[in-house]
């Protein structure tokens, strides 16, 4: 595992990148150290690169947090994706951890770690012709009133090309599918071509498996 460290007048963060398991509890140690520093500053872990966590891994963040609240520090892990957001939600770590995801000053929140879906419409493309919803969470039957939401933002825009950014789902079933369907029936009846992007894990496998791989952004 690699770490990337960045420190600001209020916050010590740490960006891991790879995997974390037993092998790098030495690279963990200046987390440690930082979580039991006097300074007056919050700890933050970035786990928006990291691929895969183990159980020992998991071990030295609920140490990490356990210090922490030892010294009175803040400490909080944001932006976990794919595989680790599912192994931290089968685990019910946000119980435990201050688990969150960062989106810009003002925007909605993005997905809550347990359950449900988030979105924030992000910037358009420069020329104004492309306008993308970024979606975070569970995308299951229970959302569809909050999908229609969404649906109601991608109708708002002029361009020729609506895109939904499915970076931090995690879970899809059918009934999220058929939303997302929906969601292109509408764009084309608009004129607009709808496209998924950054679409990883088990949606990615039910896309394949439904035979939607053209709607995935090229």
């Not at 600001?8 to 995997?19: D, I």
């Not at 006097?38 to 963040?61: E, Q, R, T």
């Not at 140490?63 to 019910?92: I, Y």
């Amino acid at each position: 595992m690699d770490i990337i460290t960045t420190r600001s007048a209020a916050s010590l963060r740490f960006l891991l990148k790879g995997s974390l398991s037993f092998r790098d509890k030495d690279t963990f140690a200046p987390i440690l150290d930082a979580v039991a520093d006097k300074a007056n500053l919050d700890v933050v872990l970035d786990l928006s690169s990291l691929d895969h966590v183990d159980s020992f891994g998991i071990g030295l963040l609920l140490l990490a947090n356990e210090q922490a609240a030892a010294h009175g520090r803040r400490f909080s892990l944001v932006n976990p994706q794919g595989a680790v957001a599912r192994v931290f939600e089968m685990a019910d770590l946000d119980a435990v951890l201050n688990l969150r995801r960062d989106t810009p000053p003002g925007s909605p929140s993005v997905a809550p770690m347990r359950g449900g879906i988030g979105y924030r419409r992000l910037p358009p493309s420069a020329d104004g012709d492309e306008s993308c919803v970024s979606l975070g969470g569970r995308l299951v039957f229970a959302e569809h009133e909050t999908f229609e939401e969404i649906i109601a933002i991608l109708a708002q825009s002029t361009g020729s090309k609506v895109v939904l950014d499915l970076s931090g789902v995690d879970f899809m079933d059918s009934a999220g599918l058929s939303m997302i369907m929906i969601a292109r029936e509408e764009a084309e009846a608009r004129g607009q071509t709808l496209k998924l992007r950054n679409v990883h894990g088990a949606v990615q496998q039910l896309l394949n498996l439904s035979a939607l791989e053209f709607m995935l952004e090229g």
